[in-house]
């Protein structure tokens, strides 16, 4: 493909519909978790073990899917998960066990996982192209997707059943991957040239593998939390606070569009504070939104407390994938997305437990204490490449 300006921004385009298009459907699922619980009948540790199933199918996926795009390519990938993410995202409403739901889960958890891992390596390789940090930029179309996607679960959910809502995310899903699936079939990915210097060797060094881990420890962090208001934020709202099905719905909305704005300015706070900062300031500010969004007496301070998460948490994920990317290539954005979703892995079932043995505003306090763990690994990280850079 010619590395000129007009086919990079066709991909550009590309690439944030396929990321707004995974938010969407993701959020859609999420807001009618509640409902889907009435209907199996699960109690909160039975709920947590079910949605393991998402985020298990996920991690699996993610260790497979680098050797399927060196293998298809990038492109290929994201675009056959797409497809099977809407289709799996219709399954959930027709179970009636918490086994059932598990079970659908993980095949909706492996498209998930798999589309994730194909369209971050190839945003990566797109910013490498363009030379400009605007990895926040595709995953503010993943949080602007959410926020659209849990919006309109707030419209619908006196309306229609989950089964109706689902099926009809299904077929937007189809659709938009109709649309814009052909520009990404049809160019290749930019070429290496592109790449940093130190971009995508072919077998990183010792550090450079720890490196990768330790962003991958951020970014499992970040997912942890992510995972935790996507799964239990709308319950949190209607068990703890007793707002309605929509009310719950527009709390995850708020930290959807939270996470929108922090990602649409990410590109600009890192070209001016650079990565540590961002880290160690969003890392800090997710911890104190946390702290009230999950202990707040009433509603409204709940969903001002998870804005100010959705703030914080806004750039973590993309700044970790996207060094990860710099420093090993695809093979590091499968590592650090594995380890990242690694959080959403654990989220789930821990939540659940915790809620169980003592209540679900405490067990989402764990939230604000892993976003507190990756201000400090992001803060260490960064002065020990000062040292490194002064020695």
């Not at 602007?144 to 619908?156: R, S």
């Not at 104190?288 to 007496?297: R, T």
């Amino acid at each position: 493909m010619p590395g000129n300006s007009s086919s990079l921004t066709r991909l550009r385009i590309a690439l944030t519909v396929f990321f707004a298009l995974d938010g969407f459907v993701f959020a859609g699922w999420v807001v009618r978790i509640p409902a889907i619980k009435a209907r199996t009948g699960a109690s909160a540790s039975a709920l947590g073990l079910a949605l393991l199933g998402v985020s298990a199918g996920a991690v699996i996926t993610m260790t497979l899917t680098g050797r399927l795009c060196r293998r298809f390519g990038n492109h290929r990938v994201t675009v056959v998960c797409a497809v099977l993410l809407s289709l799996s995202v219709a399954l959930p409403p027709l179970t009636h066990s918490a086994l059932a739901l598990g079970l659908v889960l993980l095949l909706f958890g492996a498209a998930y996982g798999g589309i994730n891992v194909a369209f971050n390596s190839a945003a990566v390789e797109l910013v490498a192209a363009l030379r400009r940090p605007v990895m926040p930029s595709f995953h503010a179309a993943f949080s602007l997707g959410g926020m659209v996607g849990a919006g309109l679960g707030g419209l619908v959910a006196g309306a229609l059943s989950p089964t109706r809502h689902l099926l009809l995310l299904t077929v937007v899903g189809l659709l938009v991957t109709a649309a814009a699936g052909p520009t990404l079939l049809r160019h290749e990915p930019p070429p290496e040239r592109g790449l940093p210097a130190e971009g995508s060797p072919r077998r990183p060094d010792r550090r450079t593998r720890g490196l990768v881990i330790v962003f991958g420890l951020i970014a499992g962090c970040t997912a942890y939390g992510e995972g935790a208001l996507a799964d239990w934020g709308a319950l949190h709202l209607e068990q703890d606070l007793h707002a309605s099905a929509g009310a719950a719905a527009v709390g995850y909305a708020c930290f959807a569009l939270a996470m929108t704005v922090g990602r649409l300015t990410g590109t600009t706070l890192l070209e001016r504070l650079g990565r540590t900062r961002t880290v160690v300031a969003g890392g800090t500010t997710a911890a104190a939104g946390m702290l009230l969004g999950a202990l707040a007496p009433s509603l409204w301070a709940a969903f001002l407390g998870y804005a100010i998460t959705g703030l914080g948490l806004a750039n973590l994920f993309p700044v970790a994938v996207e060094r990860a990317g710099a420093l090993a290539g695809p093979g590091g954005v499968a590592t650090a997305s594995t380890l990242g979703y690694g959080g959403m892995l654990l989220g789930p079932p821990a939540i659940g437990f915790m809620a169980d043995w003592f209540t679900l505003p405490a067990a989402l306090t764990s939230v604000a204490v892993l976003a507190a763990v990756a201000a400090v690994v992001g803060a260490l990280v960064g002065a020990a490449a000062r040292r490194a850079a002064g020695g």
